[in-house]
């Protein structure tokens, strides 16, 4: 692995972009650092090369994604009626059951070797939920973690209680793709054909309905910096 730890990252937006380019320049960059990673690993190298992390935003067109553990059953729409929503769906590689991806929805894709921080999904996992929590902190709201349910609810423990943003992470060799899901101004309505994450009891949420008003373009960019800050505080890292 690298002999120096470089918490520096490399941020990118790639706005509105089709989950499969998406999934495919994900896949890249872990790739890419997978290699740096193996020839440092090689004992004929004598200068080992920093390992680079990056943060991806992007905003997907309508899109159901299956994780690989997951459960086709939890997809309640037939093909007939995604045509009809205009709605794909994609069996992909990373941890959880469904999700959806949509307008109105901020996703973040850190890639990150995580030899850079610490070697320890449970803690990568409780960071990233970490992160959303203090991001939605500013806007008056109490995210918790829901015991066994990755990623960032309201009101746990509660009848009422609603994900506000969605996890789901693959790692290879310590290097992370994929990552999280915070519904702004997100349609609802999407979610009503899958059975999120595979959970019957609880339902979903959006800084727009628990608000109680739609977001600008510019108050997203400040979620956006919002949630960049948050990122760098608690991985203490730089984004550049």
């Excluded at 120096?4 to 890249?28: C, G, H, R, S, V």
């Excluded at 990673?37 to 997907?60: A, I, Q, S």
């Excluded at 960071?127 to 973690?145: F, P, T």
């Amino acid at each position: 692995m690298s002999t120096i730890q470089n918490k520096t990252l490399l941020f990118q937006e790639l706005e509105l972009m089709d989950y499969q380019p998406a999934f495919d320049y994900q896949l890249k960059l872990m790739n890419e650092i997978i290699d740096v990673k193996l020839k440092n690993r090689d004992e004929n190298v004598d200068l080992k090369t920093e390992t680079p992390n990056y943060l991806l935003f992007v905003e997907h067109p309508h899109v159901y994604t299956l994780g690989k553990s997951g459960d086709e059953h939890n997809m309640l729409a037939n093909s007939k009626k995604l045509e009809e929503i205009n709605a794909t769906f994609v069996k992909t590689n990373r941890g959880g059951d469904i999700t959806y991806h949509g307008f109105g929805q901020i996703v973040g894709y850190p890639i990150l070797d995580l030899d850079n921080f610490k070697s320890d999904i449970h803690l990568y996992m409780r960071n990233l939920e970490e992160v959303m929590i203090r991001v939605i902190a500013e806007y008056g709201l109490k995210g918790e973690r829901s015991e066994g349910e990755t990623g960032v609810w309201l009101d746990v423990g509660k009848p009422y209680a609603r994900k506000i943003c969605a996890m789901g992470v693959k790692t290879s060799k310590w290097v992370t793709m994929h990552g999280f899901a915070l519904n702004v101004n997100t349609d609802l309505r999407y979610f009503e054909y899958i059975i999120p994450c595979g959970i019957k009891d609880k339902t979903v949420t959006s800084l727009q309905r628990e608000l109680e008003r739609e977001f600008s373009p510019d108050e997203v960019g400040d979620v956006k910096l919002k949630i960049k800050k948050h990122f760098c505080d608690v991985f203490e890292a730089v984004i550049i």
